[in-house]
DNA sequence: GCTGGCAGTCGTAGCACCAGAGTGCCAAGC
DNA sequence: GCTTGGCACTCTGGTGCTACGACTGCCAGC
């Protein structure tokens, strides 16, 4: 299991067929099928004993004694790794992904909900997708709006809205002018800027500069930390009902599992939150299958992730999940489009 | 059908009972099981013949010839109308939905989410909420933010946040100081009002006192439109996989359709939507039932419908969508308490 | 008007059975 | 030594049959 050249070509062969077969038909398959259907040169009874062999080496198993062969994680995973042909993305689709951010709302919780309809209509399965946390946002402009001597409004707004109003007061008077420069200041030096990169140093230069008080200084900053207080992670799913046309979603128990977990949330966070890295390689999508996934509920369901980016960092995630009988190539070439397109709107959006 | 009166009592009480019966077992009530079960004091002969009269009549129908009786939607009406005795809210539930909103987050559709999750657990139901439109909060201040003499943002906070920005800009110079006090008298002549309560009127006479121009008025009543611009209605939906544990769902078809119903929204919107009626008397559920619910793929699923307050009025809804074989009463009482504590939290969150 | 009895209807659970698909193994052949 | 056709064996799924049980509707008698 471990030498990755343990499988000679006709095995390779095989194996992938076997992966490919089943994806379509969702039925076991025995060897007279794969001598019928493929063009093997071999006769079935070899195919049989190949097909033994790769039973004993972990990548097919048998659903009982008289069925065909059905390919085990390990056999999922060679097919998409080392076998399986890369797809690209139909021009109908890529047409359709880039309509949808054309007409795309400007309110982020919309855009993302829209994305996973999109994403789970094309593909036919269950879609969610992360929103970027406020962390990631651009920062557009502050106003510190001046109500009393010693009170003020501070309003933090990003590329994607308000982020936050908070209510600041001080013990010694402050001259509306000071608050008037202060924003001035801070909007002409931070603007663009992404949140999570504006650090404190960055309001106290831009403090001393003006010659501003400690205590106005300390009210900028809890504004800032409030604007990118991180609210629950934002997520929409899309597409249960696709999982109903599986026949491996037919036993009720595990659709009820499934569902439980997709309305729950945190466990599908959990499963895409270590891949939003800012600096992962955000072209790659990664797949887990089955008890990779490590949710019993899951075993039989594999995943298609893709990060999306805004500007140069990944800040959320696309995610496709299905059975572990599904197209992983043709998912694979969607989410990343979707991803790529999802990040341009980003960057455009923020241009605006 | 038409006479309310041509339920004799003993015609009424076998009604009810195989409604309460089948809505306990999920089984089709026959004449036998009737007698043994409760105390009619005749025999299962005379109740057969009553029963087959109350078929004739309308109110059960029989799935075969050899099975039992099963109510039909006027079966339920009726049942739901004048025969079932009301329940009142057991105190354990009572505590949990109180204990809910007193931890409830600020944010509304947080709330909205969390308030749908907490009633599907305890209703075991299918729970969707609509949430308020920026129409019904309270206005609480505008802010008009002098950027340079042609130009401002002004920012328009609700009791539930900020709700707009608008850039505005005019052709004659405008002096900050114009501004501001109309910013302040706007704040203390309208803070508290409901959005949708602020007509033009008010804005101008707050302009004609202090003497403003007519474009920086417009420019205002611009800011409180953008303010109360209708988006998508919000809504939330919790608790299908309760759906599954349902006799009546097991069929993959009718469940499918009513999952895409659900994700959809917009059906389900529909559904409640012309209850939102903000002088409607807030206090009292309403049921539909199989087809009143005018939907193929519901009929078989009654709705239970409450609208919630905020302030005086009605502002949104809360709904239980579940089989026809539903405990009314309890899924009544339930709703009815969770929309009371919803609307109490809103006038509650307006205050602070 | 109520009741017990009875014939009749219908769905379903259980059972046996068979066809079909697929395997593993073996002995013969290239 | 790999490949192959043949063959016995296994297991599932569908079909047809029967028996049973749960009802009903109707009727004659109280």
């Not at 006709?10 to 007279?32: C, D, H, M, Q, W």
Request: hydrophobic content about 40%.
């Amino acid at each position: 299991m471990n030498d990755r050249h343990e499988l000679d070509k006709r095995k390779a062969f095989i194996l992938a067929t076997v992966v490919y077969e089943y994806i379509a038909t969702a039925e076991p398959v025995g060897s007279n099928t794969l001598t019928q259907k493929y063009n093997l040169g071999v006769s079935s009874a070899t195919i049989r004993n190949e097909m033994a062999e790769l039973e004993t080496l972990g990548y097919l198993v048998q659903p009982h004694t008289s069925a065909g062969r059905v390919p085990s994680d390990a056999g999922y995973r060679t097919y998409v790794d080392r076998l399986m042909p890369a797809e690209s993305l139909p021009s109908d689709d890529a047409r359709r992904i880039r309509d949808q951010f054309r007409a795309a709302s400007r309110e982020l919780s919309d855009v993302i909900e829209q994305t996973t309809r999109m994403l789970s209509s094309l593909s036919k399965n269950l879609v969610f997708a992360v929103a970027p946390s406020r962390d990631t946002h651009a920062f557009k402009n502050i106003q510190l709006i001046w109500l009393s001597p010693r009170t003020a409004l501070a309003i933090v707004v990003t590329s994607m809205g308000v982020a936050s109003q908070t209510a600041v007061e001080w013990h010694a008077d402050v001259p509306a002018d000071d608050l008037t420069r202060l924003s001035n200041a801070l909007n002409a030096r931070l603007s663009g800027r992404i949140m999570e990169d504006i650090v404190n140093a960055d309001l106290s230069a831009v403090a001393a500069e003006l010659q501003i008080s400690d205590e106005l200084r300390a009210a900028v900053t809890s504004a800032f930390q409030n604007a990118r207080q991180n609210e629950e992670p934002q997520l929409a799913a899309s597409g249960t009902q696709n999982l109903l046309d599986q026949p491996e979603f037919h036993d009720l128990r595990k659709l009820r599992s499934i569902l439980s977990i997709v309305e729950e949330q945190k466990t599908l966070y959990d499963l895409v939150a270590e891949s939003i890295k800012p600096d992962a390689d955000v072209t790659t999508p990664m797949v887990k299958i089955g008890r990779e996934l490590r949710e019993d509920a899951m075993a039989e369901c594999s995943l298609v992730t893709v990060p999306y980016r805004f500007g140069d960092r990944g800040v959320g995630m696309i995610a496709i999940l299905g059975p572990r009988r599904m197209p992983y190539a043709r998912l694979m070439a969607l989410a990343s489009g979707t991803a790529d397109s999802l990040g341009a709107y980003l960057d455009d959006v923020e241009l605006r």
